[in-house]
């Protein structure tokens, strides 16, 4: 990737960086200096930390600030919605942050979703770091609110800072006055890679299964179908 196509990105992300080198630093997956170990710059993972604590603290205090009667357990789940590695893949994609990441070829190749969908997510927390680092908080906040924040009437609307579970609890709760319940169905394969069937249950009726790598990840794969099956 060459310095043209960091300056595109630098126009989509409506920011001018001072040192540019911070910027491609944001951008170098771990992976990738596995087979370049004379690549002058380092990883990401560090940006990606500081990135974190960035995010977290100006969509803290937006909503903090923004929402005065809202209770703060609604606060925190509005800000998980909102700062989570679903939205912030969303983000990424909406930049174009993958055409710019250096990745190994192995990585480059493997077009499984969810491993991708969590690099990018994680690069651009990195980006946010390095903002920071270049550019102030004023400008990150900018940024933040511009292109995360701004989704947040998007999440209420559609009640989506509800994970799975609870939404599907609530929804059952308040058409059919009852309280959804899961059992373990089918667990298979070795210990370090197994795989759980989970029913979603209203009283004795089989609504839905789902599947995870934990029983907490079937639940949750569960509710979501369950949502879509009643139309919730």
């Excluded at 200096?33 to 930390?49: A, C, T």
């Excluded at 690069?123 to 102030?136: C, R, S, W």
Aim: hydrophobic share 40%.
């Amino acid at each position: 990737m060459g310095a043209n196509d960091l300056s595109k990105l630098q126009k989509r992300l409506g920011v001018k960086f001072k040192n540019d080198a911070l910027l491609k630093q944001a951008l170098v997956h771990r992976s990738y200096l596995n087979e370049h170990p004379d690549f002058n710059i380092g990883h990401n993972e560090r940006l990606e930390f500081l990135g974190d604590a960035v995010l977290e603290i100006v969509v803290t205090e937006f909503l903090y600030l923004n929402f005065t009667k809202t209770p703060e357990g609604d606060l925190t789940n509005w800000r998980a919605s909102l700062v989570n590695a679903k939205m912030l893949y969303e983000i990424a994609t909406e930049l174009g942050v993958e055409e710019c990441l250096y990745l190994s070829k192995g990585e480059t190749k493997d077009k499984n979703k969810k491993s991708r969908q969590f690099i990018l997510a994680n690069a651009v927390e990195a980006i946010i770091g390095a903002m920071y680092l270049d550019q102030g908080i004023e400008n990150v906040k900018k940024f933040i609110l511009k292109n995360i924040v701004s989704k947040l009437d998007d999440i209420l609307k559609n009640q989506s800072y509800l994970d799975p579970k609870s939404r599907f609890q609530e929804k059952a709760q308040d058409a059919k006055g009852v309280t959804p319940h899961y059992q373990i169905i089918d667990e298979e394969g070795p210990d370090h890679a197994k795989v759980f069937t989970v029913g979603l249950y209203l009283g004795d009726e089989l609504v839905t299964t789902g599947e995870g790598s934990s029983k907490q990840e079937a639940q949750v794969d569960a509710a979501a179908k369950g949502i879509k099956k009643m139309g919730w």
